[in-house]
């Protein structure tokens, strides 16, 4: 009987074992090829692209922040599509979004001085416009997302090496 029990806990032993070097190398393999690969972190409606997991700044995107998403992403053709539809919505969400918050704030302002009929029209106008704005951000931010992540596949699949780019934008 205390054969057997033996005999079971060296049995599960050995499948801990092989099991554990098995995550091993599948970790190290699925790792290869990532170093290059980019990442973006987003804060207070900005986004930092970042090259792998503690590399450099590779460029700072948000409201009227943008930079050349197109080059970092050209070796990839469906990457560069989506960075195309960032860059395009990117800046309208910006302009779009800031035209309406001054709109929103010049209707309030008018309101509190006095009852004009245009104020009620500037501040539906203004919110409206904001809303349209964080609309077309958000779109940015998606096709960013995705532009990162078809750059990301294709250069895991060809192996092809990250093309060397440094920060294209300087303010931090």
């Given at each position: 009987m205390k054969s057997r029990i033996i005999w079971a806990l060296i049995a599960c032993a050995c499948?801990?074992?092989?099991?554990?070097s098995t995550a091993d190398a599948q970790s190290s393999d699925s790792t290869r090829g990532y170093d290059g690969a980019l990442?973006?972190?987003?804060?207070?409606g900005n986004a930092k692209i970042i090259r792998g997991a503690d590399g450099p700044v590779v460029g700072t995107a948000g409201w009227f922040r943008?930079?050349?998403?197109e080059k970092v992403v050209a070796t990839s053709p469906p990457a560069l599509a989506e960075a195309r539809v960032f860059?395009?919505?990117?800046?309208?969400?910006?302009v779009v979004g800031s035209i309406g918050a001054l709109a929103t704030v010049?209707?309030?302002?008018?309101?509190a001085n006095g009852s004009n009929a245009a104020s009620p029209i500037l501040i539906i106008g203004g919110v409206g416009a904001m809303g349209w704005g964080v609309q077309h951000m958000n779109t940015a931010v998606r096709a960013l997302s995705r532009s990162l992540w078809w750059y990301?596949?294709?250069l895991a699949r060809h192996g092809a090496?990250?093309?060397t780019v440094g920060r294209v934008d300087p303010v931090k």
């Open positions: 499948c801990v074992v092989l099991r554990a990442r973006f972190e987003s804060f207070w943008s930079f050349d998403v860059k395009t919505n990117n800046f309208r969400g910006s010049v209707g309030v302002v008018v309101a990301n596949r294709d090496p990250a093309p």
